[in-house]
């Protein structure tokens, strides 16, 4: 009997040197890591609610402060720092605005970046086999070289630029996103700048109900310059005055999509579901007139579009 006690009277010390041992082994090691962890979790919501430090600020300051200086190419830097890594900033929408803007500048310009190169005009060369190897637009030739019409001569030097652009609709923040690819073989892309959807008015059954996230990809079919009720090519002096529109192929049983400006006139008479003349609004996605205008310029037949819901 004196065993029994004995024994029971070891294995609670023992039991109990055990609990104290865990309990310390708590009170010491994990309850303060598990503490750290959540003060750790309590800063990471803080930060993505605003209440906490917000890296992407001071980054984008230094971005201006490097434009006013004219370093561009490190702007450039430290805007592409804060779309890719500080998605949560409260700068992040500002920095793909203005890289946008820089990126659709050089664009334009003949500073060089990767797809421009220069071409010198050799005889019996044309504008349209040029075009087609080069992988640029019409317009953007024209523009590019301030192009009188489509007569060359031998010896001419013209800039090109090898306009390899994907598109990305995205119709929960109603906007357009044009991106880049500086290897056409590498799936690889670069932002390259959004366009504000003003308005989306599409036929029944033209994209997914609901809202199931989806993603449908196309490419863009044709492209038309219209002036009143006439068709204007790019080597029409009228040319720049036309609208520009852009329509791309069926995909998936369902019909294309139409790319249209709005001006403030159809814009006002869409608030109201109608035309002045009381016909119904003409279905499409519609875009700011200028920037329908840009996005047509560098936009080539069979451009890659995506239309998705997020």
């Given at each position: 009997m004196r065993f029994k006690i004995i024994?029971?009277?070891l294995a609670t010390a023992f039991l109990a040197v055990c609990f104290l041992g865990a309990y310390y082994y708590y009170?010491?090691?994990?309850q303060p890591e598990a503490k750290v962890n959540a003060e750790l979790k309590q800063k990471e919501k803080q930060a993505k609610k605003g209440g906490g430090p917000d890296p992407g600020i001071s980054i984008f300051n230094k971005a201006v402060d490097l434009l006013r200086e004219?370093?561009?190419?490190?702007?450039?830097?430290?805007?592409?720092?804060i779309i890719q890594i500080y998605r949560d900033s409260s700068r992040y929408h500002d920095a793909r605005r203005m890289l946008g803007e820089i990126n659709m500048d050089r664009l334009f310009s003949r500073t060089p970046m990767p797809g421009k190169y220069e071409y010198t005009v050799k005889p019996n060369d044309s504008l349209g086999p040029i075009i087609k190897n080069t992988g640029t637009t019409m317009e953007f030739l024209i523009r590019m070289n301030n192009l009188n019409g489509t007569v060359l001569h031998p010896g001419d030097r013209l800039v090109f630029q090898s306009l390899n652009f994907d598109i990305d609709v995205d119709f929960s923040l109603k906007i357009l996103s044009l991106h880049y690819k500086p290897d056409p073989a590498k799936?690889?892309?670069i932002f390259f700048k959004d366009y504000a959807i003003k308005l989306v008015n599409l036929p029944p059954g033209t994209l997914p109900g609901g809202t199931k996230p989806y993603s449908i990809a196309t490419s863009i079919a044709t492209k038309t310059a219209v002036l009143g009720e006439k068709s204007i090519k790019p080597t029409d002096g009228d040319f720049p005055?036309?609208?520009?529109?852009?329509?791309t192929k069926p995909a998936n049983g369902r019909p294309g999509i139409l790319f249209r400006p709005l001006s403030d006139h159809e814009e006002r008479a869409a608030e109201s579901k109608k035309q002045a003349d009381g016909e119904d609004l003409v279905y499409g996605i519609f875009l700011d007139d200028g920037?329908?205008?840009?996005?047509?310029?560098?936009?080539?037949?069979?451009?890659?579009?995506?239309?998705?819901?997020?």
């Open positions: 024994v029971f009277l009170e010491k090691d994990m004219k370093e561009t190419d490190a702007a450039v830097r430290k805007l592409e720092d799936e690889a892309r005055m036309a609208r520009k529109w852009l329509q920037d329908m205008e840009e996005l047509s310029m560098v936009t080539r037949l069979l451009t890659p579009v995506v239309f998705h819901r997020s």
